[in-house]
């Protein structure tokens, strides 16, 4: 069996534009590392609807696969790979008012590491069977993600919003 869960909001914030998000300025594109030098510094908050997923997966399923969809149209890295983390959110965020310096806080150590390779784009699967395994068990709260690029270097990446999990599962009785 299949079932979806597609980001129920996706936000970019961006250092240089600090006080606003990246929705408010121009048509969404979700974008992750640096544009243009230090300052100009990219990262996408998105949140996904957790009761929705746990209508859709039986509490007795198996968590079989799970992938993290990410349509990658936009890449301004010329050669070798960037990595790109997944870090979980740690409060609440609101996706009208969060801007670089109102974003929530999250974890240190990212919960999923990623390499995109130079010039690439399309689809990138992330794996995250474990994470949704996880999330099945936990009573945690569930903020979202915020995914970050590399920031020391100019190696910005963009996305576009529709952000979605793709998990395979099996019923057991």
Not at 11 to 37: H, W
Not at 64 to 91: F, I, M, P
Not at 95 to 118: A, D, L
Request: charged share 20%.
């Amino acid at each position: 069996m299949e079932a979806v869960l597609h980001a129920s909001q996706a936000v970019c914030i961006s250092e240089y534009y600090a006080d606003m998000n990246m929705n408010q300025k121009r048509p969404l594109t979700l974008f992750v590392g640096r544009f243009s030098g230090p300052g100009d510094v990219y990262c996408s908050i998105i949140n996904l609807d957790f009761s929705d997923f746990l209508t859709m997966i039986p509490p007795n399923a198996v968590i079989r696969q799970a992938y993290l969809h990410l349509n990658v149209t936009r890449n301004d890295l010329k050669s070798g790979a960037v990595t790109v983390g997944l870090y979980r959110c740690l409060e609440h965020w609101n996706p009208v008012s969060v801007s670089w310096r109102n974003q929530p806080g999250t974890e240190r150590t990212p919960q999923k590491i990623f390499s995109i390779p130079g010039r690439w784009k399309g689809i990138t699967l992330v794996e995250m069977t474990d994470l949704v395994q996880s999330w099945l068990k936990s009573d945690v709260p569930h903020y979202g993600y915020m995914i970050r690029g590399e920031e020391m270097n100019d190696r910005l990446i963009g996305f576009v919003p529709e952000v979605s999990i793709r998990v395979i599962f099996s019923a057991t009785s």
